[in-house]
């Protein structure tokens, strides 16, 4: 009888560099698993990332049959699911990459125990990161807590190992009767939106899977990367890779990214010079700086890093996070940010950080809220870069941006969307507004409002604070949870 493996798919949903995969298919025939977690504790997805897994595992399915295999699906807690599966069709091996999050960490610690009890070998491997967690400490051997630093040992590592091609061919495993009773089909699992159907948006802006994310890092390389530096703080246009959902899902992977982008400087493909790609490979460091966070602070996501932040005195206030969410503070740039997110499932990151902050400090609600609309709203959605970024900007994270220091939404506007072509995108009722008035249409005067169509309170809201009130009240409230 041939060897009988299984690869179970999650963050990893790509054939090329994938290790975990490779070893299933050098072993023998493989069962192609993936599994929607629904009953175990992890955090279960947002509705914008159930829409992007949909798309992403339909393009997987597609890529396994292309070489010989079949994608096989299955719906609820992956801790009864694999040894039940294993059992039942008699496999050897069972595969997978590794997640970093306390709640997936503990659920496959749980499955190996069974399945190791049962004689069925388990491998796994690093899919998702250029360095594991534990790999990169301080000289004694803590975490690090510091970005530069963390980032400088990370890098006198060397450089990741080569990424590994996708298998020529995956043989299928022909599934019992037992196997083919529990699986169903894509459409089965109901996850893309129908009524109401809000993914226009998403669908437009979006090709999800392993060949549109190989198609953005070639265009990101051969295009944005040449002034990167300077030009990832622009909303304006397009300035940035858009590879975070598809790092997110593993539709790539860091090892890829890593050498595609020394290959198109050496090579010269790329016109961009040697610093916007180390400045391109931080942002990537940053990632894993997240993850290393996340991993040795299980809490991340609902407990401050710093803990002097838990009598921090937040405001719950219902009608303002809705102003927030639907972009309809007054503020142009906070406002485009958030229907960007509502629409696209993406928001670029320096208005990530804008609108961060006003929620944050200006109207001082509790960044978990925040993080939670962020969490059902994005495609990228992931649990260490969204709760680590927020802690970040709320101050209460490691290496964060200090508490007092407060965006003010109008300069950031003017600086990093100068000419207003970013907030005239996303919020077309003021986009007959002067470049002078576009981040600020409540100082534009009555026959400026008059001519561009806009009623403020009425067309476009007023401010829902003042600029200077909400600030001295983000810094009160600071200066309390310090005893000052
Ligand atoms: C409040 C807030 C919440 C965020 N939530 C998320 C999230 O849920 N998921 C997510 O992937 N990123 C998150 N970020 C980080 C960052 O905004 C996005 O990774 C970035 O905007 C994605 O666009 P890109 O792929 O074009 O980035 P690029 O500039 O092309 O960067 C390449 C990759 O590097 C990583 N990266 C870039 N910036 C950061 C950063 N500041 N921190 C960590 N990794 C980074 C991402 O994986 C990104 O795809 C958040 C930032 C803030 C301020």
Redesign the pocket.
Known sequence: MTARSLHWFRDDLRLADNPALAAAVAHGAVLCLYVFDEGSSRRQLGGASRWWLARSLKSLAASIQARGGELVIMRGDPADILPRVAEAADIALVTWSRRYDAGSIALDSAIKTKLVAAATKVESFNASLLNEPWQVTTKTGDPMKVFTPYWRAARERGDPPAPLPAPVRIEALKLPAAVQAMTMSLGDLALEPSEPDWAGGLRDAWTPGEDGAAARLHD?LTGQLDGYGEG?NRPDYVS?????PS??FGEIGPRQIWHATRSAIESGKAQAGAGDAEK?LS??G??EF?YHLLFYNPDLATKNYNRRFDVFPWRQDDVALSAWQRGRTGYPIVDAGLRELWTMG????RV??IV?SFLIKHLLIDWRQ?EAW?WDT?V???PA??T???Q??AGSGADAAPYYRIFNPVTQGLKFDPKGGYVRRWIPEIAGLDDSVIHEPWKADASSLRRAGVVLGDTYPRPIVDLDVGRKRALEALASTRGD
């Open positions: 990101f990832r940035t890779s858009r590879l975070s790092l997110r391109f942002e990537i940053w990632r997240s993406w928001m670029h990151n990530r950080m961060a925040g962020f994005l990228d959605a992931d870069n969204n680590a970024s927020w970040w900007v």
